[in-house]
């Protein structure tokens, strides 16, 4: 069984957080994409995924980073993830790391 906790906080400068926690697989990734397309909906200036409580992820939680990432463009929107080291990890061997401004 897979596990994922989200929750959002707001700021008053108008950015928006999205706290990850857990596992990011084929079962919660669906989850994790209705949370980030819902957040992007709200039309922050900036949206941060807090990820450093993301224990594991695979290449379906990788292309729901993507389709949040590519939505965030189209929208206006800049993104940047604050990764755990296992998350970092597995966007650096996928090579999608690049994509992101990763933030300590």
């Known amino acids: 069984m897979t596990d994922l906790m989200l929750r959002r906080s707001g700021h008053p400068t ?18 994790l994409e209705r949370a980030l397309l819902d957040a992007l909906a709200t039309a922050p200036r900036h949206l941060l995924i807090d990820g450093t409580d993301i224990t594991f992820c695979d290449s379906r939680g990788l292309a729901t980073l993507i389709t949040a990432w590519r939505t965030a463009g189209q929208t206006g929107v800049t993104m940047s993830i604050r990764p755990s080291p296992r998350l970092r990890r597995v966007m ?6 690049s994509l992101f401004d990763l933030v300590p």
């Open 14 to 31: 108008g950015d928006l957080t999205l706290h990850v926690a857990g596992e990011i697989d084929g079962a919660t990734a669906p989850s």
């Open 92 to 97: 650096a061997l996928s090579g999608i790391d």
